[in-house]
C-alpha cells in the first residue's frame, strides 16, 4: 500500500489528476484482487480427490477456458469478447465457496446457495456490481453465451484429465468417470465437436501398441503351454 500512496503524491506534483485517480481505484481494489489471487492458490478438489500430483488450481483452469470459449464463440457467430469474460469470472465465487463437487457430501442446493452469496459479495467488493449479472447468466444456461461458457468449463476439464492420463497412466481409471459425465453437461454442437475430437484421442492414447498385444499374447501362449 506504502508504494501505491507514493506513486500517488508524485502524480500530485506533477499535476497529472487522472493518473491520480486512477492509482486511487486501485487502492480501493486491492482486497479484491489478492482475494481473486487465492484461486491461484487453491488446487481444484477432483484432482485432489484423485491424488493427482501437483494438481492443476482454479486459476489455472480458468485460463484456460477463456481460450477454448474464444474459438467456440468465434465458430458458432457469437461476441468472443462477451464470452471470454463470463468465462474470466465463471469460477470466481470459489475464492470464498470452495470448489464443490459431487463427492463433497454438500447437496446441490446448498453448493448453490454458498456459490450465490459468494458471487454477491465479490460483485459488490470489486465494485463491479455487473459481475453479479453475468454470475446469474451463467448459471442460468438460458443464453447461447452462457452454454458455449458452460460447454467449454466442461471441455477443459476433459483436457486436463487427458493430460493427467497420459502423463499417470496409473490414474486413468479413476479419470474415467470425467468423461460421461462431462458429456451429459454439453448444451452445443461445437461443445460435442470437441468432445468426440478429446475422445478420439483418448482412444489413441489408452489403445494398447502393436508390440503390447504381442507380448500379451506371448505371455498368454506361455501360460498356456506350462499350464
Excluded at 482475494?35 to 478438489?45: A, F, N, Q, W
Excluded at 465458430?75 to 463437487?101: F, N, W, Y
Aim: proline share 4%.
Amino acid at each position: 500500500m506504502q508504494g501505491w500512496r507514493a506513486l500517488a503524491l508524485i502524480c500530485m506534483r506533477g499535476n497529472n489528476r487522472k493518473v491520480f485517480y486512477f492509482i486511487k481505484e486501485i487502492i480501493v481494489n486491492l482486497d479484491f484482487y489478492n482475494e481473486v489471487g487465492r484461486l491461484k492458490r487453491m488446487p481444484r478438489t477432483g484432482w485432489v480427490q484423485r491424488e493427482i500430483p501437483n494438481p492443476e488450481t482454479v486459476a489455472e483452469h480458468m485460463y484456460r477456458s477463456q481460450f477454448i470459449v474464444y474459438d467456440f464463440a468465434k465458430a458458432t457467430k457469437e461476441d468472443p469478447q462477451s464470452c471470454v469474460v463470463m468465462m474470466m469470472l465463471h469460477d470466481l465465487q470459489e475464492t470464498r465457496a470452495g470448489d464443490i463437487t459431487p463427492h463433497c457430501g454438500i447437496s446441490k442446493a446448498e453448493k448453490a446457495a454458498r456459490e450465490f452469496k459468494a458471487a454477491q459479495e465479490l460483485a459488490e467488493l470489486s465494485g463491479n456490481p455487473e459481475f453479479f449479472k453475468v454470475f446469474r447468466e451463467y448459471e442460468g444456461r438460458k443464453t447461447k453465451r452462457a452454454q458455449l461458457c458452460g460447454d467449454a468449463d466442461q471441455c477443459e476439464c476433459l483436457t486436463q484429465a487427458l493430460e493427467y492420463a497420459t502423463l499417470y497412466p496409473a490414474k486413468r481409471e479413476l479419470l474415467e468417470n470425467f468423461w460421461p459425465y462431462a458429456y451429459k453437461k454439453l448444451n452445443t454442437s461445437v461443445g460435442l465437436a470437441f468432445f468426440d475430437q478429446l475422445y478420439a484421442r483418448k482412444s489413441e492414447l489408452y489403445a494398447p501398441s502393436r508390440d503390447s498385444v504381442q507380448a500379451l499374447v506371448a505371455v498368454g501362449y506361455a501360460k498356456a503351454q506350462n499350464g
